[in-house]
């Protein structure tokens, strides 16, 4: 079913039994990993976490059913987070559906999907499901997005300031709030003792990292510009972004450009595909997407998006080299993409 955001806030800060799986999608996602984070505190602290992944289920329908229906080793709440995910879990979520029975609550964060979606169509079918779509805020609701974020901080700014903290963040939630709560930490600002933060100000902090930006990152990366990867990175990991945090907005780029190829080798011209695509493409990033979307076929895409899945899930496995397995991955895309013609 599809759920309003005050029905999906309420129905995962109480986790109804009736209620198998919460579907967050959307291409807004840190606003639904936002939203998972709700059901995690319903659990509480010592609740069990399973986390799967789309690829993981493909491989094995029964898992979910199986997990959802186990109890915790020491008795306790469990529940299960699917990410990343997308029409790779059809099978194991249907199966889960019409099971007679589930116990352990599940939320997957989905990202952008089409209307078209396998998942999304049997989720917004049956009762057992809750569906909600983040999007990205665009224009002036992004600006004034940024304002009132600032103002939960302490932080007093001007329409200027909050625009460009907004153009920044490429449209991402998690990165204005980290970006906005560096800003605080910066001046002493806090709920209780409000700081200006002005324009002259706020040149001078952001001057060594203005070129770090996740968003310019990913197009490096798809669009194969390997030769300047290294600095981008280096300034990155500077600015606190690095390992799995590198791999979830390429990831987001390589799904969402698959289903988008899918159109195009279904015989639509891509220039009708971006029409049609939406919000489910941050209107600033439409060009770029337009071109690496040229440049990849589906098969790449597949093969790319199997990659950085298996090094997420490497990076998260015990006593792994991390930000160097993601590095390592991240150049090898770079340098693949640069074989690729448009």
Same mark, same amino acid.
């Given at each position: 079913?599809?759920?309003? +955001?005050?029905?999906?806030?309420?129905?995962?800060?109480?986790?109804?039994?009736?209620?198998?799986?919460?579907?967050?999608?959307?291409?807004?996602?840190?606003?639904?990993?936002?939203?998972?984070?709700?059901?995690?505190?319903?659990?509480?602290?010592?609740?069990? #976490?399973?986390?799967?992944?789309?690829?993981?289920?493909?491989?094995?329908?029964? #898992?979910?059913?199986?997990?959802?229906?186990?109890?915790?080793?020491?008795?306790?709440?469990?529940?299960?987070?699917? =990410?990343?995910?997308?029409?790779?879990?059809?099978?194991?979520?249907?199966?889960?559906?019409?099971?007679?029975?589930?116990?352990?609550?599940?939320?997957?964060?989905?990202?952008?999907?089409?209307?078209?979606?396998?998942?999304?169509?049997?989720?917004?079918?049956?009762?057992?499901?809750?569906?909600?779509?983040?999007?990205?805020?665009?224009?002036?609701?992004?600006?004034?997005?940024?304002?009132?974020?600032?103002?939960?901080?302490?932080?007093?700014?001007? $329409?200027?300031?909050?625009?460009?903290?907004?153009?920044?963040?490429? $449209?991402?939630?998690?990165?204005?709030?980290? /970006?906005?709560?560096?800003?605080?930490?910066?001046? *002493?600002?806090?709920?209780? +003792?409000?700081?200006?933060?002005?324009?002259?100000?706020? *040149?001078?902090?952001?001057? *060594?990292?203005?070129? $770090? *930006?996740?968003?310019?990152?990913?197009?490096?990366?798809?669009?194969?510009?390997? /030769?300047?990867?290294?600095?981008?990175?280096?300034?990155?990991?500077?600015?606190?972004?690095?390992?799995?945090?590198?791999?979830?907005?390429?990831?987001? #780029?390589?799904?969402?450009?698959?289903?988008? #190829?899918?159109?195009?080798?279904?015989?639509? $011209?891509?220039?009708?595909?971006?029409?049609?695509?939406?919000?489910?493409?941050?209107?600033?990033?439409?060009?770029?997407?337009?071109?690496?979307?040229?440049?990849?076929?589906?098969?790449?895409?597949?093969?790319?998006?199997?990659?950085?899945?298996?090094?997420?899930?490497?990076?998260?496995?015990?006593?792994?080299?991390?930000?160097?397995?993601? =590095?390592?991955?991240?150049?090898?895309?770079?340098?693949?993409?640069?074989?690729?013609?448009?």
């Amino acid at each position: 079913m599809k759920a309003s +955001r005050p029905q999906i806030e309420r129905a995962l800060d109480t986790a109804p039994a009736d209620i198998r799986l919460f579907l967050l999608h959307g291409p807004d996602e840190s606003q639904s990993r936002e939203l998972a984070a709700r059901l995690a505190r319903r659990m509480g602290p010592e609740a069990e #976490r399973v986390d799967l992944s789309g690829a993981q289920l493909k491989g094995d329908p029964a #898992r979910l059913t199986d997990e959802a229906a186990s109890i915790s080793l020491f008795g306790g709440a469990r529940h299960i987070r699917i =990410e990343p995910a997308g029409d790779d879990a059809y099978e194991a979520v249907t199966a889960l559906l019409e099971a007679p029975s589930a116990g352990n609550p599940v939320v997957m964060v989905a990202g952008a999907l089409r209307k078209d979606s396998r998942l999304l169509k049997r989720a917004l079918a049956d009762p057992a499901v809750l569906a909600f779509a983040s999007y990205l805020p665009e224009g002036g609701d992004i600006d004034r997005l940024a304002g009132s974020m600032a103002r939960e901080q302490g932080l007093v700014i001007d $329409g200027d300031v909050a625009r460009r903290l907004a153009t920044g963040s490429g $449209g991402d939630r998690a990165l204005l709030a980290r /970006e906005i709560e560096k800003l605080a930490l910066y001046v *002493d600002a806090a709920p209780d +003792r409000p700081a200006p933060l002005d324009r002259a100000m706020f *040149d001078e902090i952001s001057a *060594d990292t203005a070129e $770090g *930006d996740l968003s310019r990152l990913v197009d490096m990366l798809i669009s194969g510009r390997p /030769e300047r990867l290294g600095a981008e990175l280096a300034r990155l990991a500077i600015a606190g972004q690095e390992g799995i945090g590198l791999l979830r907005p390429l990831l987001r #780029r390589l799904m969402l450009l698959a289903e988008l #190829r899918a159109e195009v080798d279904r015989g639509n $011209g891509i220039e009708a595909v971006m029409g049609g695509a939406g919000r489910a493409v941050f209107w600033k990033e439409k060009a770029a997407v337009a071109t690496q979307l040229s440049r990849w076929s589906g098969e790449a895409l597949a093969k790319a998006i199997e990659r950085v899945t298996a090094t997420e899930l490497a990076v998260k496995a015990s006593g792994s080299a991390g930000p160097i397995l993601v =590095e390592a991955e991240l150049v090898a895309i770079a340098r693949f993409a640069t074989r690729l013609r448009p």
